[in-house]
């Protein structure tokens, strides 16, 4: 899915729910705002679908698009709704949608 797909589904009307697989560090430094944060290792160590997105859309984010895929595909394999984010959010931010950091500052993508 498109950045501008992710970003309007995941909006106040969109319903999804923005799931971010990257590691503790990354999130720390810069998110998408009301994002969820789910480290892919422990996506894939947990059994079943995490309560997050048991009921809604799971769209997957990463830094650029790697990990998110294998996070949607782990959670589609488990029964979820999952897509994954082309381009992660190294292209979220160049497409100018807000990044915070873990203080709700602005954020930054390493």
Excluded: F, Y
């Excluded at 990354?26 to 290792?41: I, N, Q, T, Y």
């Excluded at 422990?42 to 990463?62: S, T």
């Amino acid at each position: 899915m498109s950045v501008r797909q992710a970003h309007a589904r995941t909006g106040p009307r969109g319903g999804a729910v923005l799931l971010d697989v990257r590691e503790e560090d990354e999130w720390r430094a810069g998110h998408a705002p009301g994002a969820v944060h789910l480290p892919l290792s422990v996506l894939l160590a947990a059994d079943g679908v995490p309560e997050a997105v048991r009921d809604r859309e799971a769209v997957v984010v990463c830094r650029s698009g790697q990990r998110s895929q294998k996070g949607a595909r782990a959670l589609a394999e488990r029964g979820a709704r999952a897509v994954d984010v082309e381009g992660g959010m190294r292209a979220w931010a160049r497409a100018g949608h807000p990044v915070v950091d873990e203080h709700g500052n602005r954020g930054t993508i390493a």
